[in-house]
């Protein structure tokens, strides 16, 4: 049975920092590509980062270009995500997602085999 279990979400303020981590349990993590994604309220979730273990590519979206960094300990089955300088705008639930996929990871969260429950992340102004 595969798990995915996030943490270290939070209230923060508008410029701080929060590292989120996504404990995965139940697969190869070798041959799966990590994924965060968020929902805000109201909106369709969407894709933040990807991590592919194959080649160690990582992939996000635009809007949090030099601000976040996906990484992940292989060992330990478990991919974080460090968020800086954080904008009001970031607020909503993030996901961890996992695809048995090897290569580069999608985009789209339908794709996706498995999900976290999510944990909230609050940024004030």
């Known amino acids: 049975q595969v798990q995915l279990v996030e943490s270290g979400g939070g209230l923060v303020q508008a410029g701080g920092s929060l590292r989120l981590s996504c404990a995965a349990s139940g697969l190869t993590f070798s041959s799966y590509a990590m994924g965060w994604f968020r929902q805000a309220p109201g909106k369709e979730r969407e894709f933040v980062s990807a991590?592919?273990?194959?080649?160690?590519?990582?992939y996000c979206v635009d809007s949090v270009k030099g601000r976040f960094t996906i990484s992940g300990d292989n060992a330990k089955n478990t991919v974080f995500l460090q968020m800086n300088s954080l904008k009001p705008e970031d607020t909503a639930v993030y996901y961890c997602?996992?695809?048995?996929?090897?290569?580069?990871?999608?985009?789209?969260?339908?794709?996706?085999?498995?999900w976290g429950q999510g944990t909230q992340v609050t940024v004030s102004s």
């Open positions: 991590i592919s273990w194959s080649g160690g590519n990582t």
């Open positions: 997602a996992a695809v048995f996929r090897v290569g580069v990871p999608p985009g789209a969260a339908y794709e996706y085999d498995y």
